[in-house]
């Protein structure tokens, strides 16, 4: 959820998989340094997993610059993470993610609705209840019937393209409803899977559980519409706000401003501290230019949140490390072995043991620009992951050049083989892991070619086996971040093996062990997320036994905080994002 | 550069194209009169006049520098540098990638400092990067020529259809978009091809494209040329004697498009290295590790604050190469055709 490049590796696995994939944020991180800025700034990683400037003071304008405009304010067709972030300001949904730090802002809470929702025994039907005095911003109560529009927009992808498709795979999977736009019934409520049996109930029926579907539900696609205000393809240049503010002006591309909604009543509303008189977007194209913006202070902070180019990093770090945090963002970084190119597990050790871990931290931008060292492809937010687990000694960060050669005698290639490395072409960053690994591999005599592909065209490359195995690419590098934090789609897309597909393909090295896809029909099934974790926690011990996978890191980002923000703290639900709800301003 | 030598300049010419008739090469046989112009053949001439010009000189020198620090790079690197393509990271902190040292890291034991984040040597990677510019852009422009000269002359020495089939040929290719269709070229490249692998299939497709694309400029000057030497009197003589259309093309025109060829091949050099630096820039150069220029400069762009050095050798050592081209080039093209303006 976090650039574009995540949004396609999102839409890739959706193009793939029609079916879930789920996320992860990463909460693990516990800031240590507490070097105190100059300029009054709260400190080093004052804000990651915990408050920093606590206020309930009101007031002020919220300025965000941003160097990549949303792909679409419209709540049903936003994909960016940021977008998903800033929604809460001018969307409610039935349930939300709790307004707290770090990994307990993934617990999801009532908003909307009174309670988190009521499901039945078989975990097929989930039935909610509107709180009484939610209104839009002309006064007029939100009904059950506009959460059903909403939701029924997702289905109208000719139109409302672009958003998260996950409702509409889970409730209608055979495609029977034809959207909003092409209804036939009076009131356009022709979506069988949803029933609104008076203005403050809500039914959703299920034709097969699912343990995320709450998940879901918390994503902006899942907002209310009123139907007399949806203006279609156009609704995202000036949503009809059911949240704490309202559109006052926009301009795509160059600004937009917020203004408080008169109408939104605090008493309904636990997650929205609503501080700020205003907020304010200015978007700039320069991104060097606005990270030296922020860092004079005439911004408060990057809408996107991608991190601090390297240009003004050493700036940020060196003389106002106190107003800089550094969050993970759930992201994995990782190198890929296809089987169909590299079929010996012995010939995969070989590479994993020979990888200097260190050297491709470094490659990825140290530890704090590119993040830890990852020993397995579990993110530590994640429910069943073991960040120590360290089958193959990668935290240690040198090359087990012994265990190495071993492996490659065990292979039948004694003096190394040749393959070639997939990346990048607009990656500069994974284009210098790949020549980190093309350096260590060649110290046990793995000669890897690095071929460069279209970034752009990944999925019918690297996405498509066939190609894949004619290219010869026995290792692809790569990175994945999911769409919600639970377990299940952080790793089903990259390791189940019914996920495999001729083009857009997520599961490069083809992994197809009937114990590992088992094991994903158990945990979607269970809806006790700790029991889900266990299962999640076998999957990935089973994951590394295969040798398919190589973590680099567990992405970290280095953001900026002005020091007029109060109320600042990083949410692993959004990526390790300040939540945007909760800030607040000094005037 | 040669204003000094205008006067003269233009009497001697006149002088050359009176003697053309019997080809550069063939000895003179007219004069008794001018001492300083008797007994010179043309190509004596341009190199006198050549060697009046210092800029020129000075340009010749450091492509010839140039040529010989790419020849014997190994050697180079061997004594004062480290392998290309090894990773120094002890040279590198840890949580910025910049180089620890300051300008860039350079010492005496890395001359111009260390490539943030891995720590390769810049020298290194400069001395070798040298091998792939110039060989790219002399290949290029060889195969230009050949292409370019054949092509052009067969234009404007048969003309009729075939001229006007060539031309428009010539003009389509000028408005194709080169650096587009290299880069969509580069990348469905397979990896191993007639025997090259890895930055061999690349050198070989940057040689085909750049020179493929560079032919038509040297075809339309060729062709310009052949057209107005074909009705001269020497090869009509020559027809009259009953030479074949091979022999004319071969004995009577080509020597002389000799000259504006030479300085079109040249002044090519450079255009290719830049185009080079350029395709290596976009990533559709020589693949990693192989150093390159363009290669090295796209790199720094994302530590230019921090470590600015990074960018500006690979800059200057573009920069220089290009400007001694083209002084070299410029300086030929005076000495061959003092006629032309500048």
New interface residues.
Partial sequence: MMSSQRRRIAAGALLAAATMVVTTACGGDTGTDGDKGKTGAAGFNAAVNKVANASDKKGGELKFIGSQEADSWDPQRGYYGFVWDFARYYTRQLVTFKAEPGAASTELVPDLATDAGKVSADGLTYTFTLKDGVTWEDGKPITSKDIKYGIERIWAQDVISGGPIYLQQVLDPKGEYKGPYKDTTPDKLGLKAIETPDDKTIIFKLPVANGDFLQMLAMPAASPVRQDKDTKAKYGLKPFSSGPYKWESYTPNKSMKLVRNDKWDAKTDTIRKALPDKISVTFTTNADDMDNRLIEGEYDLDLNATGI???????A?QQHKGNVDNPQTGFIRYAVFPQTVIPNIECRKAIIYAADS??L???R?????GGDIASNMLPPAIKGADPKADPYGKLAGAPDLTKAKEALKKCGKPDGFKT?IAVR??K?IE??T???L??SLLKVGIDA??????GA?TSGIIGSPKVVKD??YGIIIMGWGADFPSGQGFLQPLVDGRFILPSGNNNFSELNDKAVNGLFDQALKETDPDKAGELYKQINTKVSEAAVYLPFTHEKNIIWRSSRLTNVYTADAYNGRYDYASLGVVK | MTAPLHETSAGESTATVDAAPDAPGTPDKSGTSAKAIEGRSPWKIAWTRLKRDKLALAGAFVVLFLVLVALFAPVIVGLLGHPPDEFHEDQIDPLFGTPIGSWGGVSSEFLFGVEPVNGRDVFSRIVYGARISLLVAFLAAVFAVVLGTVLGIVAGYFGGWIDAALSRVMDVMLAFPQLLFTIALVSVLPNELLGLDGSGVRIAALVVVIGFFGWPYVGRIVRGQTLSLRNREYVEAAQSLGAGRFYILRRELLPNLIAPITVYATLMIPTNILTEAALSFLGAGVKPPTASWGQMLSTAITTYEADPLFMVIPGLAIFITVLAFNLFGDGVRDALDPKGSR
């Fill in positions: 180019g390297s240009a003004a990093r050493q700036k770090l260190k050297s931290q470094t490659a931008g140290g530890p704090q620009a070639t072409n607009n500069k284009i210098a790949a020549e980190s093309q350096q070619q690095i071929d460069l592909f279209d065209q290219k010869g």
